[in-house]
Structure formats: structure tokens, C-alpha cells
């Protein structure tokens, strides 16, 4: 079982930016597809981005296109959320996640049920 641990969370006033980072234990990462998921209190976990096991493929959620951007470095075992612009309403639980299997390849890359390793999360709170 894969885990991941999320850093770089923290308290940032609106239009400033955080870097968060997942790093991922195991020798298969690089074989899956990585999603980000943030929760606010009171809502359920939506999807914010995804990137595809080579990192050709990244997919985001409507509202954090142009300022959010997901890469990776396989040779580091991470996942990166560069986030950017930010705005009070991205004030929430940050959690990184590793998708199931490789048979869908980025099928499905927003349903949290495509993932099944999920990291502790890590808090982001945008003051306006």
C-alpha cells in the first residue's frame, strides 16, 4: 500500500500562492495515475486536478484553470499543486491521492473513487 504524506499548506492572504508537495512511498508511483481533492467544511471532497503517470496528461477543475498548476517528478516520488491568484473560496482541506489501478488509464481522473491511497491532508486557509 502506497502512502502519502501532503506538506505546504498555510495561511496566505487572497492573490498570494502556496506550493503543496505529496510525497508517496513505494516503488509504483510512477505507474499511476495522481490526483489533488480539497474539502471545505461543510461540503463534500471535490476533485481540483489530476496528471496522467508520465505527466503528460494534467486535468483540472473549472475554477482553478490558469492558476493552479499539477506536475510531478517520478524520479522523487511527488506530486506538486502550484497554487497561484489564490482566493478565499480555496480555503480548505488539501489531499493528494493515487488512483486504484493503471487498467483505466485517465478515466474517471475527477471521481474519488478512482483513487484508493489518500494522504492525511493539508490545511489551506486564504484570507481575504
Known amino acids: 500500500q502506497v502512502q502519502l504524506v501532503e506538506s505546504g499548506g498555510g495561511l496566505v492572504q487572497a492573490g498570494g500562492s502556496l506550493r503543496l508537495s505529496c510525497a508517496a512511498s513505494g516503488r509504483t508511483f510512477s505507474k499511476y495515475l495522481m490526483g489533488w481533492f480539497r474539502q471545505a467544511p461543510g461540503k463534500e471532497r471535490e476533485f481540483v486536478a489530476a496528471?496522467?503517470?508520465?505527466?503528460?496528461?494534467?486535468y483540472y477543475e473549472d475554477s482553478v484553470k490558469g492558476r493552479f498548476t499539477i506536475s510531478r517528478d517520478n524520479a522523487k516520488n511527488t506530486v506538486y499543486l502550484q497554487m497561484n491568484i489564490l482566493k478565499p473560496e480555496d480555503t480548505a482541506v488539501y489531499y493528494c491521492?493515487?488512483?486504484?489501478?493503471?487498467?483505466?488509464?485517465?478515466?474517471?481522473?475527477?471521481?474519488?473513487?478512482?483513487?484508493?491511497?489518500w494522504g492525511q491532508g493539508t490545511q489551506v486557509t486564504v484570507s481575504s
Open positions: 491521492a493515487k488512483a486504484r489501478s493503471t487498467y483505466w488509464g485517465d478515466s474517471f481522473y475527477d471521481t474519488p473513487s478512482t483513487y484508493d491511497s
Open positions: 496528471i496522467s503517470w508520465s505527466g503528460g496528461n494534467t
